[in-house]
């Protein structure tokens, strides 16, 4: 049987593989392909692996792969960035979305097959750290004027805090929504703007990633089980 028979193609979860253990990212990925659509690897995962180690396991697991870089620098370097990771064929690749049109733009002509996401404002931010920044706006504002900007620059899809969701889909229908910040309780450890799952949907997000509820859980497949469960 073909282990991409095994996954749930509808589901909205990403899982956040939070290791940098290939065995356990295996056992992982194997666990809860019956619950989960995609699988993030983060910046973190590539330093330590390389594009070579994810292009493996993209062709023996059969995964769609979200590809976390958080690109942003200048747009020829971007360009150049996104043109590195094409063998890999990302289903998705994140930038920053401040780092302006040209920028996203040259990720995206470079990826015309991925769906280029845009960072809005991270979910470890609050208001109050914007405002210790200097930054004068306000954090939903800021959302809202940083996705109109990873629209025009090509993007199709935006990362944002559950709490900006609704928001974010009204001013732009036509882009998809990425939350992290997805907790099954209250309780947000480093994410300071978190919902549950079924909240997140309800405020309209597409897509959630959620890591340690699942990856940390004492059965991830079972975790993973409960939390689609919890969306119906």
Do not use: C, Q, W
């Given at each position: 049987m073909r282990?991409?028979?095994?996954?749930?193609?509808?589901?909205?979860?990403?899982?956040?593989?939070?290791?940098?253990?290939?065995?356990?990212?295996?056992?992982?990925?194997?666990?809860?392909?019956?619950?989960?659509?995609?699988?993030?690897?983060?910046?973190?995962?590539?330093?330590?692996?390389?594009?070579?180690?994810?292009?493996?396991?993209?062709?023996?697991m059969d995964l769609k792969i979200f590809l976390d870089l958080k690109l942003h620098d200048i747009p020829n370097t971007v360009g150049k960035a996104a043109a590195a990771v094409a063998e890999l064929d990302p289903f998705i690749l994140t930038v920053h979305a401040s780092g302006g049109v040209e920028m996203i733009r040259a990720a995206t002509e470079n990826l015309p097959g991925t769906m280029v996401a845009a960072v809005t404002v991270l979910t470890s931010l609050d208001q109050g750290a914007l405002d210790s920044m200097g930054v004068n706006s306000r954090l939903t504002?800021?959302?809202?004027?940083?996705?109109?900007?990873?629209?025009?620059?090509?993007?199709?899809?935006?990362?944002?805090?559950?709490?900006?969701?609704?928001?974010?889909?009204?001013?732009?229908?036509?882009m998809k929504i990425i939350t992290p910040g997805i907790r099954i309780e209250s309780a947000g450890d480093d994410q300071r703007r978190v919902m549950t799952p079924k909240e997140a949907l309800i405020a309209g997000s597409d897509y959630l990633v959620i890591g340690r509820p699942i990856t940390a859980a004492p059965f991830p497949a079972e975790a993973a089980d409960s939390i689609i469960r919890s969306l119906g």
């Open positions: 282990l991409a028979s095994l996954m749930n193609v509808d589901s909205p979860i990403i899982l956040a593989v939070d290791t940098t253990d290939l065995a356990k990212a295996r056992s992982l990925i194997e666990a809860t392909r019956p619950y989960i659509g995609i699988y993030k690897f983060g910046l973190e995962f590539y330093l330590r692996h390389g594009l070579s180690t994810l292009r493996e396991i993209k062709r023996e504002d800021l959302a809202l004027s940083l996705s109109r900007t990873a629209l025009e620059g090509g993007a199709r899809a935006l990362v944002a805090s559950p709490h900006e969701v609704e928001v974010l889909k009204r001013g732009l229908p036509t």
